[in-house]
C-alpha cells in the first residue's frame, strides 16, 4: 500500500490525475578539485506523498527553499527523483523513455514566476509559440497552426495582432497571458504553475488568476500551483498542501486549512497573512518563528520543524511524524501533538508569540509584546 493511501485523505478514492508517492529529490554536493568526489546531499524533497484529483487545483505552498519547485520539476522529471513514485493517469512516469517521455511532456506543462525570464526576447509570440509545436510534429500544417496560435491567444485575452510582436513590448501582466499561452498551446492536461503571479503588480494578480481558473473552467485543466503566498493559493486551491523543509507537514481543503490550520507551521504561516477586518486583526494571535529554515543539506532530526516549533518536545527530536489523517475530515497533518495543540492542552515552551488580545486595557502598540508563556492559545 502506498503511503498516501495508507492515510491519504478522503479525496485519494476519487479519480486522481497525478499520485507522487515518497518522492525524494536529494541533490548531491560534490568536492575535490574535479569536483568527483560527494559530500553531502541537500535533501530539497524528502518523502512527499499527493495526490491531485482531476480538474482541481493543488496549491503547494511553503517558503523559499523549502522544495516546492523541485518538487513540480520532479513530477515532470527536469530532474531525475531519486526514488519514490509518480503516476500521472495511471502511467508509470518515471520508467518512461525516448519517444514516451516525449508524448507525455505534452501533456504537463509549466508557467514560470518571471514571464521576462522565461520567454526569449529575440523571439516574436509566433516563434515562442511554434517551438512547444515543432518540439512535437504539429508544426507543419500552416493554416492550421495559425488557427492554433489564434484561438489560444484569444483564450488568454491576447488579440491575434501579438503573434508579431516580442516580450518587450508587452506589459508584465499580458506577457505572463503569453507564458499561459505557451503552456496551453499543445493542449495540456496539467498546468504546474510555478508562482504565476508573484512577479505581477497586485492589480494584475488577480486578473491572471481569474484567467487561470476561467481556463480551468473552459478547458477542464488541473493545476498544480506552487507559490510561497497563502493569500494567492487560497484563492485558486481545492486542497492545499503546505511544505516545509522537504517535506509536507500538512494538507487540506482550502477552506477547512484556514478555518482550523493544525500544523504549528500552517498556524504561524497563516497569523501571517493580514486579514481586511480590522476588528479580526486586532484580535488575533501571530506566531513569530523563531530562527531561519535550517538548511535543506543538514535537516534536523525527528521533526523537521521542531527547531522552530514553540511546541517541540523531545519526541520530536527523536521520531519524524508521518503525514496522518487527522480525523474523518480528510485532513492530514505531520505532528505528533495536533491533538493536544488544538485543544489547548500542550503549552508552548519559550513562547515568542505576538499577541493582541481582544479585551486589551493597553496601548495599541501591543502588537509589540513578546510573551513567554501561554497555555490557553486558541485556535486561530
Ligand atoms: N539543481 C540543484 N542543485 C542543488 N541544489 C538545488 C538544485 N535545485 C534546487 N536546489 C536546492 O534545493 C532546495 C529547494 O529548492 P527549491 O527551488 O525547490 O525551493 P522552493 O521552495 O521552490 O524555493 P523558491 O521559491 O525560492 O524557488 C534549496 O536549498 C535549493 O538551493
Known amino acids: 500500500m502506498t503511503a498516501a493511501g495508507a492515510a491519504g485523505p478522503a479525496h ?63 513530477l515532470l522529471r527536469l530532474v531525475e527523483p531519486t526514488s519514490g513514485g509518480i503516476t500521472f493517469d495511471g502511467t508509470d512516469v518515471r520508467s518512461l523513455k525516448g519517444e514516451q517521455m516525449r508524448l507525455f511532456r505534452r501533456r504537463i506543462q509549466m508557467v514560470f514566476q518571471d514571464p521576462m525570464s522565461s520567454l526569449d526576447p529575440r523571439q516574436s509570440v509566433e516563434s515562442l509559440l511554434v517551438e512547444g509545436l515543432k518540439a512535437h510534429g504539429l508544426h507543419k500544417d500552416k493554416a492550421e497552426v495559425q488557427k492554433r496560435l489564434k484561438s489560444t491567444l484569444d483564450s488568454v485575452g491576447l488579440p491575434a495582432s501579438a503573434l508579431h510582436k516580442y516580450p518587450h513590448e508587452f506589459s508584465g501582466g499580458q506577457r505572463q497571458r503569453i507564458g499561459i499561452a505557451r503552456a496551453l498551446v499543445l493542449g495540456p492536461e496539467l498546468i504546474v504553475a510555478d508562482e504565476p503571479v508573484s512577479a505581477l503588480d497586485v492589480s494584475i494578480q488577480a486578473q491572471v488568476v481569474n484567467l487561470l481558473g476561467d481556463l480551468q473552467d473552459s478547458l477542464g485543466l488541473t493545476y498544480l500551483v506552487i507559490a510561497h503566498d497563502l493569500a494567492v493559493v487560497r484563492h485558486i486551491s481545492d486542497t492545499i498542501g503546505v511544505m516545509y523543509l522537504g517535506s509536507l507537514v500538512e494538507e487540506a481543503d482550502g477552506d477547512q486549512l484556514y478555518e482550523r490550520p493544525l500544523h504549528p507551521y500552517t498556524r504561524a504561516l497563516l497569523s501571517a497573512v493580514p486579514i481586511p477586518d480590522p476588528q479580526v486583526e486586532d484580535r488575533r494571535e501571530r506566531i513569530l518563528l523563531a530562527g531561519d529554515l535550517p538548511s535543506p543539506a543538514d535537516p534536523p532530526s525527528g521533526c523537521r520543524f521542531r527547531t522552530r516549533c514553540p511546541w517541540s518536545r523531545s519526541r520530536c527530536t527523536e521520531e519524524r511524524p508521518e503525514l496522518r489523517v487527522f480525523d474523518n475530515s480528510g485532513q492530514r497533518v505531520a505532528c505528533h501533538f495536533a491533538e493536544e495543540i488544538l485543544s489547548g492542552e500542550l503549552t508552548m515552551h519559550e513562547v515568542r508569540a505576538e499577541l493582541v488580545r481582544p479585551d486589551a486595557d493597553r496601548a495599541p502598540d501591543v502588537g509589540a509584546e513578546l510573551i513567554q508563556t501561554r497555555t490557553d492559545l486558541p485556535a486561530p
Open 12 to 74: 485519494v478514492e476519487e479519480s486522481s490525475l497525478v499520485e507522487i508517492d515518497d518522492l525524494k529529490v536529494h541533490f548531491p554536493i560534490k568536492s575535490g578539485l574535479l569536483f568527483d568526489r560527494t559530500v553531502g546531499h541537500v535533501y530539497a524533497v524528502d518523502g512527499v506523498s499527493l495526490r491531485i484529483k482531476r480538474g482541481e487545483t493543488y496549491g503547494l505552498v511553503g517558503e523559499s527553499g523549502c522544495g516546492k519547485s523541485t518538487l513540480g520539476r520532479g
